[in-house]
């Protein structure tokens, strides 16, 4: 078996198709999953509070 830059090249193309899809639905899967509800409501809810006020 012949390994040509055509043939890599085409590897790595579909390979890298699968890799970031995977990697996106982990993602996904990651930030909807029900126990992360609460840090991610946290980190949303911290940037309101901790509002920088204008000097007086």
């Known amino acids: 078996m012949n390994i040509d830059h055509e043939m890599l ?4 193309k579909s390979y890298g198709l699968f890799y ?9 899967v990651y ?5 992360n509800k609460k840090p991610f ?3 949303a809810k911290s940037i309101i509070e901790d509002e920088d006020r ?3």
Not at 20 to 28: A, D, E, M, P, T
């Open 54 to 56: 204008p000097w007086k």
């Open 31 to 35: 930030s909807f999953w029900p126990s």
């Open 9 to 12: 090249v085409g590897f790595a």
């Open 20 to 28: 970031l899809l995977g990697l996106s639905i982990l993602v996904l």
């Open 41 to 43: 409501d946290h980190a």
